[in-house]
T-cell receptor, first 117, second 113 residues
Framework: AQKVTQAQTEISVVEKEDVTLDCVYE???????LFWYKQPPSGELVFLIR??????QNEISGRYSWNFQKSTSSFNFTITASQVVDSAVYFC??????????????FGKGMKLTVNP | KAGVTQTPRYLIKTRGQQVTLSCSPI?????VSWYQQTPGQGLQFLFE???????NKGNFPGRFSGRQFSNSRSEMNVSTLELGDSALYLC????????????FGNGTRLTVT
């Protein structure tokens, strides 16, 4: 079965600190997709990034960067120079064909990030 | 482009009642899926509809059902409500190819008393 583990449940940092959110996944599929979503207090999940299992290139988008390592089944997310607006719950998610299609995302438990001024 | 719209935002129901939640996807999106979010279980997949057909279903009892209309709008129904059904129910729509990102609405917060 597919599983996503976000070991950290809550992190509190001071503005401008760098923070890394860990994500470890389990799947037997050879083709799968990994996602990160952000959930601000308003409730909706905001898509941040998608990565497929064949693309191990790391990605940087502004202050955000992602490190995908198939060898350790990890897809970690780093926020550089954190800001108060980054405060939210962050979810890592996995989707793969054998578990029912692209709509069925398996989510981690989420990690609440609080950035203090 | 308007985002995914869910109504109502908040609902309070009594145990044993039934409830219907509504979701309007992003214009042009034909796939709509539903997720339940609770503090204990986290985010769990309920079901997914595409062109009025249920294409995928999660591990929820038959009290949870849904449908999709020809305009892609979707409704989710929960019958014989239990206290444990209290949750944030999130709807998401998707357009384009498989595995393209889901776009979520703000959710409906259901409280069962």
């Amino acid at each position: 079965a597919q599983k996503v583990t976000q070991a950290q449940t809550e992190i509190s940092v001071v503005e401008k600190e760098d923070v890394t959110l860990d994500c470890v996944y389990e799947t037997r599929d050879t083709t799968y997709y990994l996602f990160w979503y952000k959930q601000p207090p308003s409730g909706e999940l905001v898509f941040l990034i998608r990565r497929n299992s064949f693309d191990e290139q790391n990605e940087i988008s502004g202050r955000y960067s992602w490190n995908f390592q198939k060898s350790t089944s990890s897809f970690n997310f780093t926020i550089t120079a954190s800001q108060v607006v980054d405060s939210a719950v962050y979810f890592c998610a996995l989707s793969g064909g054998s578990q029912g299609g692209s709509e069925k995302l398996v989510f981690g438990k989420g990690m609440k990030l609080t950035v203090n001024p | 482009k308007a985002g995914v719209t869910q109504t109502p935002r908040y609902l309070i129901k009594t145990r044993g009642q039934q409830v219907t939640l509504s979701c309007s996807p992003i214009s042009g999106h034909r796939s709509v899926s539903w997720y339940q979010q609770t503090p204990g279980q986290g985010l769990q997949f309920l079901f997914e509809y595409f062109s009025e057909t249920q294409r995928n279903k999660g591990n929820f009892p038959g009290r949870f059902s849904g449908r999709q209309f020809s305009n892609s709008r979707s409704e989710m129904n929960v019958s014989t409500l239990e206290l444990g059904d209290s949750a944030l129910y999130l709807c998401a729509s998707r357009g384009g190819q498989d595995y393209s990102p889901l776009h979520f609405g703000n959710g409906t917060r259901l409280t069962v008393t």
